[in-house]
């Protein structure tokens, strides 16, 4: 974007300057030594955009380490460029203005003294030829001012096409990152409707679930709760190696308190024993397990055999195997016993969560059941968001940057529009134009192409949030 840019501020240039070329040519300057001379104009933008560029560049930095150590609650001593990016920056803003920069300095350096100082002014593109010019000669019934800005939109195709692309790709990637964002908030509302539940308290060993129950009917507030066995264990591969560890959690039959998506299979059924749903994140670990396979685990150093009847979503939790609570229970021996209490709270805002855990916490050790540790809904949503926010600011920061290169492009396509109709603009005066008047022309022309750009934006942006 930066180089559609710099070819439209060289174009303006020469379009400024054409008279002068032809006079340059006049006294015997040769469209080599023209050449030379607009190529070492570009080199000079170049060394003053580096200049402007590495403190800005360091300034940005900054600014952007200084919003995300706010946001990941970390602290940088230090900040550096390293020397291979400075290198890079130096090669880009010394050479890439100069390269672009040759298709339109080679046309203007060619002008001959006649063309210069015949069309110094005036539009010399032969409108009425394309399909596009056919078109907008048919419109009707619009005024006439109006029908004079769309038609000099038109006029000259090339220079419009770089300006659209600039706008379009801004405005593109712009609504990309909302949609995106946006996106991604709906998607963990929709997963986190797994969590039925507000808090979870794990204890350090497992507990007679009468003496759990019996504690949380104590706690005011608690509109629910579960008890559930958990455990971990570890998948037996094809190769023989094992996995890492992996949860195994066993709820009681007809849990209201967690609500797994099955993608494949079925959930659990009561009273079933040796199966198991799978989370996607154990997929990761044996891809080609499939729904019906037989699956081996190692469980406490005891290796069994359990059949997977379903497949269910994974929700940030990592990898996760269910099964029933009965058979889990007979078979660790844990009869009656539960390492965890899944309660659902009055109030599901995080302050309250926050205080609830506290006071479960000190509720159960005194009365001799010890925690190991308590975990909120509303806290994984919110770590979950900030894991977002850090993507979210990267990706606006670069919208926003694209939207301005954009923005100054299409100054710059106006600027030398206006440049190139001055004698026209003159006419146009001396037949009764008034100031409000050729304002209006210039000002729908630029409205028009901004609306196009924004059309065709909005056509990518579906892709480009893909």
């Known amino acids: 974007l930066s180089s559609l840019l710099v070819i439209n501020t060289i174009s303006a240039i020469l379009a400024q300057q054409v008279r002068q070329i032809g006079m340059m040519k006049a006294v015997g300057a040769r469209t080599y030594q023209i050449f030379s001379l607009y190529e070492l104009s570009m080199l000079i933008i170049g060394i003053a955009a580096l200049l402007i560029a590495v403190p800005l560049g360091y300034l940005g930095t900054k600014l952007t380490i200084g919003i995300l150590t706010g946001i990941i609650n970390f602290d940088f001593e230090n900040i550096d460029i390293p020397m291979p990016i400075l290198i890079t920056q130096a090669v880009l803003s010394l050479f890439v203005p100069m390269f672009v920069a040759m298709i339109p300095i080679i046309s203007g350096s060619r002008v001959t003294v006649h063309q210069a100082l015949n069309d110094y002014g005036l539009n010399n593109v032969n409108f009425g030829r394309s399909f596009v010019d056919r078109f907008l000669s048919y419109i009707r019934g619009i005024p006439r001012p109006m029908l004079l800005s769309l038609r000099n939109t038109f006029r000259k195709k090339v220079r419009l096409s770089l300006t659209i692309i600039a706008l379009s790709l801004g405005s593109a990637i712009f609504i990309a990152v909302i949609s995106v964002y946006a996106g991604l908030l709906g998607t963990l509302d929709e997963a986190l409707s797994y969590y039925r539940f507000d808090i979870l308290v794990s204890f350090t060993r497992p507990y007679r679930i009468e003496q759990i129950s019996a504690e949380v009917d104590r706690v005011s507030g608690v509109v629910s709760a579960e008890t559930f066995g958990i455990t971990s264990t570890r998948l037996q591969k094809p190769d023989g190696s094992e996995s890492d560890s992996i949860l195994m959690l066993a709820p009681p039959d007809n849990t209201v308190l967690i609500n797994p998506t099955i993608i494949s299979g079925r959930w659990l059924v009561p009273g079933e024993e040796g199966a198991v749903v799978i989370n996607t994140d154990v997929l990761r670990e044996t891809p080609d397990t499939t729904v019906g396979d037989q699956i081996e685990l190692n469980i406490e150093g005891s290796s069994k055999t359990w059949q997977v009847v379903g497949v269910a979503r994974s929700v940030m939790s990592g990898p996760m195997i269910y099964t029933t609570y009965p058979y889990f229970a007979r078979t660790m021996g844990r009869y009656g016993l539960a390492s965890a209490v899944y309660l659902a709270t009055e109030q599901h805002d995080p302050a309250y969560q926050e205080e609830m855990a506290k006071y479960l916490k000190s509720h159960f050790e005194g009365a001799g059941i010890n ?38 492009g299409l100054t710059g396509t106006m600027s030398l529009n206006v440049i190139e109709r001055t004698r026209e603009i003159g006419v146009m005066r001396a037949i009764g134009a008034s100031n409000g008047d050729v304002m209006r022309i210039v000002i729908v022309e630029g409205v028009l192409i901004g609306v196009i750009s924004w059309v065709i934006g909005l056509i990518l942006a579906y892709p480009g949030s893909i």
């Open 371 to 408: 925690v190991a540790s308590t975990n909120k809904v509303a806290e994984l949503r919110a770590t979950a968001i900030t894991q977002f926010n850090v993507i979210f600011i990267f990706l606006m920061l670069r919208a926003v940057l694209l939207t301005v290169v954009g923005g100054f």
